[in-house]
């Protein structure tokens, strides 16, 4: 499956943002989904997870309460609903597919799109 994240920008701290990501591949609904962030000088980390069907989610202590995952298996999208944004948001994100279930890491994905970049100005 191929991934493309889309819909970063630069918003005011508070403020919200929609991160979408398109997979193309007819298997796109049997894949466990993941948006993962990247601030400069730092290691990549898990934000949220979602597993195929989109009943179960799971989300970084971090994030918990402002953002959502979501995802609709028949336009073969993932989305992050990013609100109350804060500078320590500011970082690239990215979406990842899994042939799992996988939360709170990193490993486990076995695709990755481009990253789309999100700042946060305080």
């Known amino acids: 499956v191929q991934l493309q994240a889309s819909g970063g920008g630069l918003v005011q701290a508070g403020g919200s943002l929609r991160l979408s990501c398109a997979a193309s591949?007819?298997?796109?609904?049997?894949?466990?989904m993941g948006w993962f962030r990247q601030a400069p000088g730092k290691e990549r980390e898990f934000v949220a997870a979602?597993?195929?069907?989109?009943?179960?989610?799971y989300y970084a202590d971090s994030v918990k309460g402002r953002f959502t995952i979501s995802r609709d298996n028949a336009k073969n999208m993932l989305y992050l609903q990013v609100n109350s944004l804060k500078p320590e948001d500011t970082a690239v994100y990215y979406c990842?597919?899994?042939?799992?279930?996988?939360?709170?890491?990193?490993?486990?994905?076995?695709?990755w799109g481009q990253g789309t970049q999100v700042t946060v100005s305080s």
């Open positions: 990842a597919a899994s042939r799992g279930w996988v939360v709170g890491t990193t490993r486990g994905y076995d695709y």
């Open positions: 979602i597993n195929w069907s989109g009943v179960n989610t």
């Open positions: 591949g007819r298997t796109f609904s049997s894949y466990g």
